[in-house]
């Protein structure tokens, strides 16, 4: 007869043993998100670095263009 009284409570520490076990796996799962979630943000700020100063790049390339062209008069004048 005594050990009825402590079954409910060994089956419930069981059960909460487990969801302990599951909610640090997951702890664990989001902290690793985190960390490849910075990489990832960190990856699309150095691409959008990049593509800036090569939006820059071409501007002036394009601006030194047309200052040929107009010299060399390939273009018509409006």
Known sequence: ???KPTEPV??????LRRIDESVSALREDVREL???MTA????????NQTLALQSGRIDRIEV???RIE??????EHS
């Open 1 to 3: 007869m005594s050990d």
């Open 10 to 15: 060994d089956h419930t520490l069981h059960y």
């Open 34 to 36: 985190k960390v490849r």
């Open 40 to 47: 990832v943000e960190q990856g699309l700020a150095a691409v």
């Open 64 to 66: 030194r263009l047309e």
């Open 70 to 75: 107009r010299r060399l008069d390939l273009v």
